[in-house]
């Protein structure tokens, strides 16, 4: 009896410990679960805007009763005194320590290379021949919240019927204006297929370059969008597009949160959010299962995600010094030339590709020229602001700007991105889609790095003219007369189609009016590869300059000779040197070949049919977008010459 009513107690006992049990891991789960509902609303539950002082003063004080707010020509001067200094600090520069072995830029800068910049800065830099060419576009200055702004301004010439947009275009550290060198004429000159051209008003930020630095602490990447949204009102310039990398996108950023209703459109080379706590849990939560938030193509842009973060850690020892002691560092590089050239050019080397650093020159002069790099250290060196451009990591990455939560705040403005291969961070659009409610694309580009505008000029302004062309198709302003047939049938000229870049991106044909194109299907693995690619890059290279446009698209319909990814085929692409336009792989034959091609071909039969007989066939297309050549396997592109002749 005993026993039993032991047993008894026993399986009471049970069922009240089961049933505390019960009770705590409810209330646990009931928790838990508010909290995370609380934490996710409160992650994506925007901040309101932050109140902004839009003429907050940056200047000196006392404040002047009757400041000149007048808009000021402005020289770049290489005086001799300065050049004079400057020889004389390079002639009596201590030596270097001799660099470890066979370590590259892995150290930094390579100081037996950097002896040869060096050299070549004091003694073979053409100082007043880059003097003229730094003036070659019109400098200003002008007075904004107490600084004296320093910018360049470009207006187009322009023919009937072509609007002229205002482009603002930022640049960031350690750049100057000088990255926008080679692009500018891209932007200001009017092309094919679009209606309208920029003017391009290129600031030096806050502190950088020929722009008077700030007085007083705060002055962060919000504020600096207040500066340069003032610039444009100051300009008379109401409504205009963005275009930023580096600290121009956090900047542009900001203006775009900030002014919606004058930002017509933002271009970032490097689009991020830094500070988003759900796009970091994405991307966190990516690394378990690449495929739930990018295409397998691009998985190597962010994992294995330790990697890119040892990478990171790595290249970001600049900027904890810079956010916590700029005016130290600043002190060597202000006295220093070598020091100065050594800190900024190292950039140049490692964020243009992680790879370049196991060169013994850093590959420096694989995608720049020493001209170039040395104009853009000459800004700083000139102007002394190194110390004042790099304060504003310290003026950014603080508790003050961002407690301002400026990327957890949606912006309506349509945005569009560039990612370059080598771009120091890779998000994919999805967690973009976070802030930029209207991300309207990402250009994908299998190459190229950090300073896209000096580097890949072409690609950069091929890439802003199709933004802001959707821009305007957003905003109603960009409409064409006709929509673009499809059809083969209908269809008059090429320029009536669409097709699919290799990047992914769709583009109007429209684009090359005015130019002759030659169409050529192509293949990797075809015994007429080597010939025709060769001697197309050829000859894009010799007429290019005259007006001729090379369309290739890859096709895989003969003995499965194309049989790569688009990745594949740009890598294939790459290393052959190619730069006329490659597109996305199609069929030319049989009832899914692309109407372009069914239009080609029915413009200019094939003496045996209309079928494409192999790869490497060929179309050249006149002035007017009418197919008037049509041109066999056999025949090689150098062939063409007298064709084209006829077609000038």
């Not at 322009?158 to 640049?171: E, F, K, Q, Y």
């Not at 006295?335 to 013994?360: Q, V």
């Not at 009536?496 to 299907?521: M, P």
Request: hydrophobic share 35%; glycine share 8%.
């Amino acid at each position: 009896m005993n026993k039993k009513q032991s047993n008894k107690d026993k399986n009471i006992e049970t069922k009240k410990s089961s049933s505390l049990l019960g009770r705590v891991f409810f209330i646990a789960a009931f928790i838990g679960g508010v909290s995370s509902y609380y934490v996710y609303k409160v992650v994506t539950t925007p901040p309101e805007i932050p109140k902004v002082n839009m003429n907050e003063h940056w200047g000196p004080y006392p404040l002047d009763p009757k400041p000149d707010l007048s808009i000021r020509p402005f020289k770049i001067e290489f005086s001799d005194a300065m050049i004079n200094d400057l020889r004389e600090r390079l002639l009596h520069r201590r030596s270097l320590p001799p660099p470890l072995e066979n370590v590259g830029f892995s150290y930094g800068f390579n100081s037996n290379f950097l002896t040869q910049v060096l050299d070549y800065w004091q003694n073979k830099y053409n100082f007043k021949e880059r003097e003229r060419f730094l003036n070659k576009y019109n400098h200003y200055k002008t007075k904004i919240q107490g600084l004296d702004i320093h910018f360049i301004r470009v207006k187009p010439e322009i023919a009937d019927g072509i609007t002229v947009v205002p482009l603002l275009i930022m640049h960031g550290w350690p750049g100057s204006v000088r990255e926008f060198y080679e692009i500018i004429p891209l932007l200001t000159t009017p092309r094919p297929g679009y209606k309208f051209v920029f003017e391009i008003i290129a600031p030096s930020l806050p502190g950088f370059g020929f722009s008077q630095g700030q007085h007083r602490a705060g002055l962060g990447a919000t504020d600096m969008g207040v500066i340069m949204h003032n610039l444009m009102k100051r300009l008379g310039i109401d409504k205009y597009y963005i275009q930023g990398g580096d600290a121009g996108h956090s900047i542009g950023s900001a203006m775009a949160t900030l002014f919606p209703d004058n930002v017509l459109g933002f271009h970032s080379n490097i689009p991020m959010l830094m500070n988003h706590p759900l796009g970091t849990f994405y991307i966190i939560l990516g690394s378990l299962w690449p495929s739930l938030i990018e295409v397998p193509e691009l998985h190597s842009r962010m994992y294995p995600f330790l990697d890119h973060i040892m990478w990171l850690i790595e290249e970001s020892g600049y900027m904890h010094i810079q956010a916590t002691k700029p005016d130290t560092v600043g002190v060597g590089l202000s006295d220093s030339p070598s020091g100065l050239a050594a800190y900024i050019l190292e950039k140049f080397s490692t964020w243009t590709n992680p790879e370049f650093k196991k060169a013994a020159d850093g590959n420096l002069l694989r995608k720049f020229t020493l001209t170039q790099l040395l104009d853009n250290v000459m800004i700083y060196w000139i102007s002394n602001s190194i110390t004042t451009s790099v304060r504003m990591y310290a003026e950014t990455l603080n508790i003050k700007e961002i407690g301002k939560k400026m990327e957890l705040i949606p912006t309506p403005v349509p945005t569009w991105g560039i990612k370059f291969k080598h771009e120091l961070m890779y998000q994919p659009d999805f967690v973009l889609k976070l802030k930029y409610k209207n991300y309207l694309r990402s250009t994908v580009v299998e190459d190229g790095g950090h300073f896209a505008a000096l580097e890949n000029p072409e690609i950069m302004a091929d890439d802003i003219f199709e933004a802001v062309n959707t821009f305007r198709d957003f905003h109603g302003g960009g409409k064409k007369e006709t929509e673009p047939h499809t059809s083969p049938e209908v269809a008059k000229t090429i320029y009536d189609f669409t097709v699919t870049d290799i990047n992914g991106r769709e583009v109007s044909l429209e684009k090359y009016r005015g130019y002759v194109v030659l169409i050529v299907n192509v293949a990797s693995e075809c015994g007429l590869t080597d010939t025709n690619y060769n001697q197309l890059n050829e000859l894009y290279e010799k007429y290019g300059s005259r007006g001729l446009r090379i369309l290739a698209f890859p096709c895989n319909q003969f003995n499965g000779q194309e049989p790569g990814s688009p990745r594949e085929i740009l890598e294939f692409t790459k290393n052959r040197g190619v730069r006329f336009d490659i597109f996305e792989k199609i069929d030319v034959n049989g009832e899914n070949a692309h109407p372009l091609w069914k239009f080609l071909k029915r413009s200019q039969p094939g003496t045996l049919g209309e079928f494409i007989k192999w790869n490497f066939s060929k179309f050249i297309v006149d002035k007017n977008g009418a197919p008037v050549e049509r041109l066999g396997p056999n025949v090689n592109p150098l062939d063409l010459e007298p064709y084209l002749a006829k077609y000038w």
